[in-house]
């Protein structure tokens, strides 16, 4: 018979000791918690197959959702004994989790820790359709906030630092965790939220930010109006800010926009409302992102074959927690894009990387004249040009005489009217290039396109439904 876990706290086994100079070296870097990020790989392995035998015992123990898909793909938890089993296990997906939360309301019967043990609900934003239950328990927030701290520390923040958190507070997953990890590491947190440019601005002159936390969009918008008041960067003591909760930043030309517009080092960070708010970020390196594996097995699957990429072939991100509690995800298919690399990083930790960040999301993919192409790229094309705004826009339209779709990219000039039949001449063959088939262009005044400060919504369709 199963022995009855439910009261059972998780089993963490205890870290093997680390060779004590590598342990004094990096706990001079940027490192929150020097053992586990520089553990050696084996060692890692280990302890990431221990972590996951637990998940899969537990889950199975107690979760109606899970059971169900063992049965159905016919494996047991036997079979899974290592984190290399997991292909045999079928993935979920965020379709599969709405459809569930609307047959067994509210929250599912994926739902593993005990309702006692819940501390926070964090819904996904919904910019794809209904929000998806996601609960904190109370050692998941504990896991959450170290996993945070260690990502901070990673890109350079220090004890003692004023972090402007410009994330959203709400029941969006950045807020809360970006505040509970600057104070874990001694940090004089600001909540500013994501609100209020004018304020963003007077916080970054008094008392002086030294680290802003928000979106890349939000970033510009930010850079933008210091510029329009005419406040030169080099008066902020901001150093650094860490841009994530929508694709950007692992752009070179927004990444090189944001940096000149703050007068900052700027770096990606990915995270997601279903695994967590941050739990892969850039190191000072900037080599790409890199995971806490020691909570999350992370996967590349090829989305054709459904087999495992090899290293540094890029394939759809699948995740596995393997510490958490509440609502663990077992292979939850991302719909993201990214490569693996599992090489040892100049700055000393050993935890893989996605190489260039987020190579694009499943979800905002374009298909126009058999093409397929990101908003990331037309991104970099639009940022790369000085006469151009930040803000772009993705029109999808439908020609009413032909029936065929349009699609269309709109941006802001900054430069005068004379210049941008030149312009556009440009810009349509730079994206041609990029994208591999010609939008249509409209270049609107600057300040035309709407700001925001939460995650910009690049992809407007505006074609007949049905
Ligand atoms: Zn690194």
Known sequence: MEKDIRNERPFFPPLPEPNSKRGQTMAKGNFYHPRIEGINRKALRELQNERLRWQIRRCLARSEFYQEKFKKAGIKASQINNVDDLVHLPVVTKQELRDEQIKHPPFGRYTVAPAKDWRELHPSTGTTGVPVNTIWSEKDVENITE?????????????????????????????????????????????????????????????????????????????????????????????????????????????????????????????????????????????????????????????????????????????????????????????????????????????????????????????????????????????????????????????????????TVVCECLAPGSERMALEQRLRKDLKEELLVTPEIRIENFGTLERTTFKAKRIVDKRPKG
């Open 147 to 407: 996993v945070t701290a260690r990502t901070m520390r990673s890109f350079g923040v220090r004890p003692g630092d004023i972090i402007q958190n410009g994330f959203s507070y709400g029941l969006w997953v950045a807020g809360m965790s970006t505040h509970y990890a600057g104070e874990r590491i001694g940090c004089f947190v600001i909540p500013i939220g994501a609100s209020m440019t004018g304020r963003q601005i007077d916080y970054l002159l008094n008392p002086g930010s030294t680290v802003l936390l928000c979106t890349p969009s939000f970033a510009l918008h930010i850079a933008e109006n210091l510029r329009e008041r005419g406040i030169s960067p080099k008066k902020l003591l901001l150093r650094l800010g860490s841009f994530g909760g929508e694709g950007g930043t692992e752009t070179n030309a927004t990444r090189r926009k944001i940096e000149e517009g703050l007068g900052i080092d700027a770096y990606d960070y990915y995270g997601l409302a279903e695994i967590a708010p941050t739990f892969a970020s850039e190191c000072t390196a900037q080599a790409g992102l890199h995971f806490a594996e020691d909570h999350y097995a992370i996967e590349i699957i090829n989305p054709d074959t459904l087999e495992r990429c090899t290293e540094g072939e890029m394939g759809v991100l699948v995740i596995t927690h393997l510490t958490r509690e509440a609502t663990p995800m077992l292979r939850y298919w991302t719909n993201d894009y990214a490569r693996y690399d599992s090489a040892r990083c100049s700055c000393g930790r050993t935890h893989g990387r996605a190489v260039g960040g987020i190579l694009g999301r499943a979800d905002d993919m374009v298909i126009y004249r058999g093409a397929k192409f990101y908003p990331v790229q037309v991104e970099k094309v639009v940022r790369s040009y000085r006469e151009l705004g930040d803000e772009f826009l993705i029109e999808m339209t439908r020609d009413g005489s032909t029936f065929a779709d349009v699609c």
